[in-house]
């Protein structure tokens, strides 16, 4: 199974950017579609991006597209996603996730540890 690690998380003002980091190791992602999701306090974990095995096709939730992208790096092992315009909407704990099948986690899948982004008004 393959380990995930976030980073990039911290505290940002509304309309400032971030970019979070998800890093494999054990066994590489490649190969497999990797997602970002995210939960607020007292709401339920949502999905927020995911990028096909190449980078080459995107998806994105409504509440982010045009503010967020996914990207990945595969021979880092690595996805990032570049959140520019954040609002405070968006403070939240972010996971990224693989595979992504169809817009959902198996329950073999593998999720990070998480990183909270915090965006003040």
């Known amino acids: 199974q393959v380990q995930l690690v976030e980073s990039g998380g911290g505290l940002v003002q509304a309309g400032g950017s971030l970019r979070l980091s998800c890093a494999a190791s054990?066994?590489?992602?490649?190969?497999?579609?990797v997602g970002w999701f995210r939960q607020a306090p007292g709401k339920e974990r949502e999905f927020v991006a995911r990028v096909n095995w190449s980078g080459s096709a995107t998806y994105y939730a409504d509440s982010v597209k045009g503010r967020f992208t996914i990207s990945r790096d595969n021979a880092k092992n690595t996805v990032y996603l570049q959140m520019n315009s954040l609002k405070p909407e968006d403070t939240a704990d972010y996971y990224c996730?693989?595979?992504?099948?169809?817009?959902?986690?198996?329950?073999?899948?593998?999720w990070g540890q998480g990183t909270q982004v915090t965006v003040s008004s």
């Open positions: 996730a693989a595979p992504v099948i169809g817009g959902r986690v198996p329950d073999f899948g593998s």
């Open positions: 054990g066994r590489t992602f490649n190969g497999k579609a």
